[in-house]
């Protein structure tokens, strides 16, 4: 019956039109109820009809009727509305499966709202009130509502277990600690709870900087990907274009072969024709002449035959042929017989240095794996002497070209194209292509440990000239406290280990380049995925102390 009743006072007070409560309810003339909005919006549908209608009972008026607010209805459903809302609010407090149910409530129980842990029971609001009013529980434990508040009990006392045993790793109750875990490392909880928060953060800490750490792998394997993909579609492109051109050779020297076959064969046919005409000549001569003689042969004269005979036998004709007989494919046999060689020896060709090719293929990685131990990284070790003709007139160079030293006072070197003119920097001799791996033992302040291109512009105080400030070269920034990497006069933040000695990796091939502080232990400070269009220099920026390329 109440369900029937709520079922009836909600169609009674719903609007008709939205099938919700009413909002703001008007009544018609008609006696029917609606939300103010809604009716509105219908008869402004209906406007341009001249006539406007209910939209239950249908009936009619010719001027728009005037509204007025059902004020009984209003009060009465925004009641129903209040009751609703608690209602709901209600059947929300209850607690279902997976929550944690009050233990004081009978019947269907409410959502504990806090768990008691010297009780050992948990409580909804109403039910928790004593802990908050009653000086008997002012000193009671409240926590979150936990469905293991069971767990915190000692199984053997039957009290809540407030120690934590470190011999063991469990936790106790104080009884516990005076019996059994007598003369164990024993603790309060929250004693532990410090020790183990710290750890926690630690571990917290490990982990964000574990996740920076892939982060910056992902983004470098994005620019990994965009290298490949850059690298591949330009491979594609070129090698299109190179067979392209070897296509359009080959159509040229086709076309070129033609043309001289035809005009051999031109030649070879004007000749034959000639001969031709020729003996077609002759055979014509010769008939008239056998004409001539068969005719002598019935004169019956006899002088007449003599003397018609003498000067008729004086023409001679040759009765050798001149002409040599060839087969019908004998005539170019031999340019068809040169083409086939060709096409051997290109079909040779093709094969060996596609062979070739498909190796070179094979040996493209397409994620390079780079070492991840130093003994890996010396495999690619290269021994580097630095370039005096590239170095400022401050600096000095010993030990065999591998030690730089900032002196602040001229070195009088000699006039080179090559010197920087304004930065205390210095070049390595040799070109770094392949894999290749080289340290270099840091003393003092300001000095920078860089690869650029020869290419770099080495006369005045620009950009272009200083490593780092420029697309050409790529520096590690080693000062006394912290690193910084700059590339196109971009500063990046390098966290890591101090250590003297700075460790650089280059992968010309797969454009990779990577710092790393050399201790005890290898850290790998920053790595750079890119493309090198040139071969790379070690390059030495040094303004205080010195540096030395380390043998290795």
């Not at 709901?88 to 233990?103: G, I, L």
């Not at 920076?212 to 290298?227: A, F, G, M, S």
Request: hydrophobic share 30%; with cysteine.
């Amino acid at each position: 019956m109440e369900q029937q009743g709520a079922e009836l006072q909600k169609g009674t007070l719903s609007c008709s039109i939205c099938l919700e409560f009413l909002k703001e309810p008007v009544t018609t003339s008609c006696g029917h109820s609606y939300c103010g909005t809604c009716i509105n919006k219908h008869w402004d549908e209906e406007k341009k009809k001249r006539i406007y209608t209910c939209p239950q009972c249908r009936e009619t008026f010719m001027r728009r009727p005037v509204l007025k607010k059902n004020t009984t209805l209003a009060e009465l459903v925004e009641e129903l509305r209040k009751n609703r809302l608690q209602d709901d609010s209600d059947v929300q407090k209850f607690a279902a499966a997976e929550d944690v149910a009050c233990d004081s409530c009978t019947g269907r129980k409410l959502k504990a709202f806090k768990s008691c842990l010297n009780c050992v029971a948990s409580y909804c609001e109403k039910h928790l009130q004593p802990h908050h009013e009653s000086a008997a529980f002012k000193r009671h434990k409240l926590v979150d509502p936990s469905k293991k508040i069971q767990e915190m009990i000692c199984s053997r006392h039957d009290e809540v277990m407030k120690m934590f045993c470190r011999t063991d790793q469990q936790c106790i109750c104080i009884l516990c600690s005076m019996e059994e875990h007598k003369d164990h490392n024993t603790v309060s909880a929250a004693t532990e709870r410090t020790e183990k928060q710290r750890e926690l953060q630690e571990s917290r800490a490990d982990i964000y900087k574990n996740i920076q750490d892939r982060e910056k792998d992902v983004e470098l394997l994005k620019e990994q990907e965009k290298t490949i993909n850059l690298s591949a579609d330009q491979t594609v492109e070129h090698s299109e274009q190179i067979f392209s051109e070897l296509i359009f050779l080959l159509h040229i020297r086709s076309s070129e072969l033609e043309k001289e076959v035809r005009s051999k064969q031109q030649t070879e046919v004007s000749a034959v024709r000639a001969l031709q005409e020729k003996l077609e000549q002759e055979i014509s001569e010769l008939k008239k002449r056998d004409a001539e003689l068969q005719q002598l042969s019935h004169t019956e004269d006899h002088i007449q035959f003599v003397l018609s005979y003498s000067s008729l036998s004086a023409f001679s004709v040759s009765t050798h042929s001149s002409i040599i007989h060839r087969g019908p494919e004998s005539c170019f046999e031999e340019v068809t017989a040169a083409v086939l060689e060709l096409r051997e020896h290109l079909n040779k060709v093709l094969i060996e240095d596609w062979t070739k090719v498909c190796h070179t293929l094979e040996r493209v990685d397409d994620l390079p794996s780079e070492p991840t131990s130093r003994a890996g990284l010396l495999e690619y070790s290269q021994e580097i002497t630095l370039d005096p003709n590239t170095a400022h007139r401050w600096i000095r160079l010993s030990k065999g070209n591998r030690k730089v030293t900032m002196l602040f006072k001229d070195q009088h070197h000699p006039d080179h194209p090559d010197r920087f003119t304004e930065w205390p920097q210095v070049l390595s001799r040799e070109s770094l292509t392949g894999r290749c791996y080289w340290e270099v033992e840091v003393r003092g302040r300001g000095v920078y440990v860089s690869v650029a291109y020869k290419s770099i512009s080495r006369a005045g105080a620009g950009e272009e000239c200083f490593f780092g400030a420029n697309d050409k070269s790529w520096m590690l920034f080693c000062s006394s406290n912290s690193y910084t990497f700059i590339h196109n006069n971009i500063e990046s933040p390098v966290p890591g280990p101090q250590s003297s000695r700075i460790g650089v990796y280059v992968d010309h091939t797969a454009g990779i380049l990577s710092f790393y502080s050399v201790s005890e232990t290898m850290t790998l400070l920053y790595r750079l995925y890119t493309t090198f269009t040139e071969p790379l220099h070690a390059g030495i920026y040094v303004y205080g102390g010195s540096a030395e390329l380390c043998k290795l």
